[in-house]
Structures are given as structure tokens and as C-alpha cells.
């Protein structure tokens, strides 16, 4: 067999990382990835080098610290953000912070004479997520693409070195794709020799050498994830060493648990437990170093939410894991944890340098104890969410469970925005937006709601607030009301995303937020405002979409947000667009549903956020 061709990706710290390295095995193309700090000597036999983004400044105190020989290798390389920062820097140009802030999609003017540029009008849509910018060029640098005013791409064609202040690798940069091609076949000639299911047969040996002939837990949602770990087990293993579990903690979708487990069954897990413990969850307090928190029905807060239900879900696990006779701190745990989660958890195994987005349930600290023992099986570690679609496809289960959307870890337990009425927005903040609205030419009446969704700007995590505007579907102008959702997360600091009211021309009086837990109740509304949701709108192209119950109204208690998602790695994307993605028609019947079917809910929203500056998950 040929050599297989391969470049290295270095780590600033980027949320990205791992969708360069998604975007490079696209091209069949096997990349490994490092810390920036790495030694020049372990990349000297790599094709390529690609440097990725990252939540520090090069100019800062903090600035990392990297091999200058690297530099001195004369093999192709990228840099990207920080990355580019970093190469203008080293070769003794100067950047600075506050030239331009730019944080979602711009428009940008490439040079096509650029190698990078090949094959590509002059005229580009990116990604931009930065603070900082190139003030000074570097010696023997030219600039080959613009942001009015700011450089956006620098490249020295002597030394085939290129730096871009976009991000080619997401899907909001429209030609990310030829960019990256263009990278990886033209600039550092590769063939593209690197196969999935060559890697999938290394994830079955790699299973079989780890596991051997002991017992195996696999915790299975339902969801393509666990259903992959599952059959890549009973491939590698004897079936009746692997033991499924399948905890409904009480946040899940309407009737999904009995789906979950008759779906389960016939992958041909052979012991398989679906345990049922709501009440254990909606109840139990927990310790979390030397700290209690909860129990559920008091908390509000996101991240304990987070951490609460992950450190129940594993009580519950140990509990049935003695039932079965197995030794819960010998044996081995299989889940189907990708690499995207882990980078948002700020896992050190995965990022020396990431900034932790939000806690992810199957990466609580009793799971990376496991994990240091050597009892974590995470069959799909190294894919994203397309690549295990695709691994599920050509292990041959189901497409209902191959293309079933994402659900998260603490299910509704996290779109139920939770409220204790400590926030407050400032007159100072309320005359910003007022200004920018202004400015910007918004011809929709908006306000600031006191209450804050988790979003991810310049590669680390924000907490802001959330804007409504007002105005109905029949007042819906699309391609302005998502521009001013792009917009205002870039003007103002205390924003990070924006929703729209659809069954509303005008607020009708003053917005008031009320207390709201996650009570049976409240889930339970939840549940069936979110199923008819999915039934209207849950068909392609869209690749998730669900509701999320707010705690606000004018009259009455309650609203509901529509978040529409489309993406090919859930690590960027947008929502779906009215009247071209999914039907207006749709639209106005799910409105009507939700307003006949429940008294209690005032506004019906759609987030028209896209990722970034907003994740897909409100909290």
C-alpha cells in the first residue's frame, strides 16, 4: 500500500480544530493533530501544516508558545485566525486588537491569482469570528483578500505560506470547501489516499484489543451515536459480553424511550435494560466537590443543570450496573462521545488551549476518572456527526436511527430556559440597542429580554442576552431580520442571539419574565409543544430543529422559540430559511397548533441565529 498522504494540524485553541480536521479527511486526506507547542521534528515528515484558530491574542501576555524551527521546515502551510496572526507575527509583521470587530458572515474581496483563491470569483462570503487584526504586513507578505479596510488574507508565495482571518473550514463560508481543496491538492500536491472504512475497521481492532473477552456497558439514547458504539461492540465482541442501558431521566421527547428501546432491541443488543428514573432526577440533590447542588426542581442555572443531570445519569448508571453484577469501577463503559463534544467540555485529552463552551453529560469528571483508568470506550472519538451517519449506514442500521437528529445528553432539561428573575437589563444597555437599531436600519421594533443563552464568540464561550423582535410572519423579511441577527451580536457585547415573533405584529405592552423551574409540569409543556414543532418541521434539508419554552410574556407566562438548524458538522450552521428551506404554509399551521392547543403560551418565536455567534443548544 502507498503511503497514506498526511499533514499535521497544530492547536491554538479553536473551537474548529476538529472541523479542520473534518474538512481535511473530506479530501481524503489523514491529518493528526497537536498542540501548537509541539516539536519542529515531529512535523518534519508531514505534507502540510495547517495552524487553527483560537480565543488568545498574539500580542498578549498569554500568547502561546511555539517551535520557531517549525517556520524553518519549508512545508506548505495555512493559518487560520489566530493562525494568521501568528505567521504575520513571526515573520515581523504587527497585529493589534480593536481595528475591526467582525463576528458571523462578510463579505470579503479575494485576489484569484492566490493559489488559495483558485478557481473562485473575487467576491466571497466567510465566516469572520475576531477581535484583533493585522495592523503591519509581513516582510515579503501580500495581501490577497480584504474586508473593506482589513486584511483577511496574506499570503508569500516563495515560502507557499498562506494565513486567512476567515474560517474555510466551516459551512458559513460559502466556498470554505474550494478553499481547503485547493490547500490540500493544489498548494500541497495530495492525492487524497485515506479511507473510512479502513477506519472503521480500525475502530472494530481497536475495540477487540482494548476489551478483549470482559463485559462492556454501552449507554444508548437512541440517537445515531450510541446505536454505532453498539454494533460496532457486538461486531468486535461476543454479544453476550455487551450490556446496553438506557436511562429515561424524564426529559426525553414525547413517547421516545419506548422508540428508543424497541429500536434498540433490534440492532441485536441482547441485553438491554431501559430504566426509568424520573423521579430519582427531578429529586435527588448531588455533591460536587464538597458542594451540593440541587435538587433539579430549584436550579436554574445552565451549567448546573448540566452538571447535575450528568452526575445523576451516573448514580442511576452505577445502580443498574450492580443490578446486572458487574463491578461498575473495573468495568468497561462504552458511549458513542464525538470529538466536537469533547472540544466543548474543554477537554484537556482532546485541547491543551480550548475554552469550555458547556459541560457535556457523558464528560463529567467521575467519566474522565474512568477514562484515565483505562475504562472509557468511545468507539466514535475520532468522527463527527456526518461521518458517523455515514458509519451507521455502512454498518447497515436503519436510516430512521442513521439520519435521526441530535439530541443532547440532558435532553429538555436544557430547553427549558430556567429563571429566578436576578437579571436586569441596564438603561445604559437598553440605549446601546436602541442606537444600534438605529443605525443599522432595522425596520422591526425589538427589545432585550432578561434572560441569557449560551453562544460562542471569537472561540470562547459568551453568555449574553437575548433580543426579540416583533412584526408576524405575514411582515417577515427574511434576508434583513438575519442580517440583524448577525449584526448586533458584533455590535453589542451584552447580545449573542436573536429571535422573531411570528404570531405578533406588536409586543402589546411591556415584556415580563416570570419564575420558571423544571417542574413536571413545565417539562411536560415542553414535551408537547416540542412534538408538534418536530411534526411540521422535521424533514429536510433541516438537520435539527426543536422548541425551547421561555419563561416570559406580555399577558401571559409562557413562550416558545423555534430553533431551525442546518449544517453538515453541528460545529457551525444556520437556521432554515422561510419560505425556501421549509414552508411558510408550515409555519403558520404550527403557529396555529401551538396558540388552539395552549392557552398559556403568549409568543411563538424563531431563533434566526446561526452558529456563531449562538450555539444550536440555548443553554
Known amino acids: 500500500m502507498s503511503e497514506i498522504d498526511s499533514i499535521a494540524i497544530l492547536d491554538c485553541g479553536g473551537q474548529y480544530t476538529k472541523v479542520i480536521d473534518r474538512k481535511v479527511r473530506e479530501n481524503s486526506v489523514k491529518s493528526n493533530i497537536y498542540p501548537l507547542y509541539v516539536d ?92 484583533d487584526s493585522v495592523q ?32 474555510p473550514e466551516v459551512d458559513l463560508t460559502v466556498h470554505g470547501k474550494i478553499i481547503m481543496q485547493n490547500f490540500l491538492k493544489k498548494v500541497c500536491r495530495l492525492s487524497g489516499n485515506y479511507m473510512l472504512e479502513d477506519r472503521i475497521q480500525t475502530a472494530i481492532k481497536k475495540i477487540k484489543e482494548k476489551v478483549g473477552e470482559k463485559k462492556i456497558l454501552v449507554l444508548v439514547s437512541g440517537g445515531v451515536d450510541s446505536a454505532v458504539s453498539a454494533v460496532l461492540l457486538i461486531k468486535a465482541l461476543d454479544p453476550g459480553n455487551v450490556y446496553g442501558i438506557h436511562i429515561d431521566h424524564g426529559f426525553m421527547r414525547k ?63 452505577k445502580k443498574e450496573t450492580e443490578k446486572l453484577g ?38 463529567v469528571e467521575i467519566i474522565r476518572r474512568a477514562r484515565e483508568k483505562g475504562l472509557i470506550v468511545e468507539t466514535n472519538w475520532d468522527w463527527h456527526k456526518d461521518e458517523v451517519r455515514e458509519v451507521a449506514r455502512r ?47 432595522c425596520r422591526y421594533q425589538g427589545t432585550i429580554v432578561p434572560l441569557k443563552t449560551v453562544g460562542v464568540q471569537g472561540d470562547c464561550r459568551s453568555y449574553r442576552y437575548l433580543a426579540v423582535f416583533s412584526g408576524g410572519l405575514d411582515n417577515l423579511e427574511w434576508d434583513h431580520l438575519y442580517k440583524t441577527g448577525t449584526s448586533l ?14 404570531n405578533r405584529k406588536n409586543f402589546g405592552g411591556e415584556i415580563i419574565c416570570s419564575p420558571m423551574y423544571l417542574t413536571r409540569r413545565n417539562v ?55 419560505g425556501k428551506d421549509i414552508m411558510i404554509r408550515s409555519m403558520k399551521d404550527l403557529v396555529m397548533e401551538i396558540e388552539d392547543a395552549f392557552d398559556e403560551i403568549e409568543f411563538v418565536m ?6 456563531p455567534p449562538a450555539t444550536v443548544e440555548w443553554e
Open 40 to 131: 519542529a521534528e515531529k512535523l518534519k515528515d508531514y505534507k502540510g501544516i495547517i495552524f487553527s484558530g483560537g480565543p488568545e491574542s498574539v500580542w498578549s501576555d498569554t500568547s502561546l508558545s511555539y517551535d520557531r524551527k517549525i517556520f524553518s521546515l519549508g512545508i506548505p502551510m495555512l493559518g487560520i485566525c489566530y493562525g494568521m496572526h501568528l505567521i504575520n507575527t513571526h515573520f515581523g509583521g504587527h497585529v493589534k486588537p480593536g481595528v475591526k470587530n467582525e463576528y458571523g458572515e462578510t463579505d470579503i474581496q479575494i485576489d484569484p491569482a492566490c493559489p488559495l483563491f483558485s478557481d473562485l470569483n473575487p467576491s466571497q462570503t466567510v465566516l469572520m469570528s475576531h477581535g
Open 136 to 167: 503591519i504586513l509581513a516582510n515579503d507578505f501580500l495581501s490577497c483578500a480584504m474586508s473593506g479596510s482589513v486584511v483577511a488574507a496574506l499570503w508569500n508565495k516563495e515560502l507557499d505560506i498562506y494565513g486567512v482571518q476567515f474560517h
Open 255 to 317: 413517547n421516545e424511550s419506548d422508540i428508543i428501546c424497541k429500536s434498540l432491541t433490534s440492532l441485536g443488543l441482547k441485553n438491554l435494560d431501559c430504566v426509568n428514573a424520573e423521579e430519582f432526577f427531578f429529586t435527588t440533590p448531588v455533591e460536587i466537590e464538597g458542594k451540593t447542588l440541587g435538587p433539579l426542581k430549584n436550579v436554574t442555572d445552565p451549567e448546573e443543570k448540566r452538571n447535575i443531570i450528568g452526575h445523576l445519569f451516573i448514580e442511576v448508571l
Open 326 to 363: 458487574l463491578d461498575f469501577n473495573t468495568t468497561f463503559i462504552a458511549q458513542g462521545t464525538l470529538r466536537p463534544d469533547l472540544i466543548e467540555s474543554g477537554n484537556p485529552d482532546v485541547s491543551s488551549y480550548a475554552h469550555k463552551i458547556k459541560t457535556h453529560h457523558n464528560d
Open 395 to 441: 454498518l447497515g442500521i436503519d436510516e430512521l436511527i442513521a439520519s435521526r437528529q441530535p439530541f443532547p445528553g440532558p435532553g429538555l432539561g436544557i430547553r427549558l430556559i430556567c429563571n429566578d428573575g436576578r437579571e436586569i437589563v441596564t438603561e445604559k444597555q437598553k440605549s446601546e440597542f436602541k442606537n444600534a437599531l438605529f443605525k443599522s436600519g
Open 489 to 502: 451580536p458584533n455590535t453589542l457585547s451584552f447580545i449573542n442571539r436573536v429571535a422573531y415573533i411570528l
Open 524 to 578: 411536560e409543556l415542553l414535551k408537547e409543544v416540542d412534538y408538534i414543532v418536530r411534526k411540521y418541521l422535521d424533514r429536510p434539508p433541516v438537520n435539527q430543529v426543536f422548541a425551547v419554552l421561555l419563561p416570559f410574556g406580555v399577558k401571559k407566562r409562557f413562550s416558545v422559540a423555534i430553533r431551525s438548524f442546518i449544517t453538515n458538522d453541528y460545529m457551525t450552521g444556520r437556521p432554515a430559511i422561510p
Open 606 to 611: 424563531y431563533d434566526v441565529t446561526s452558529k
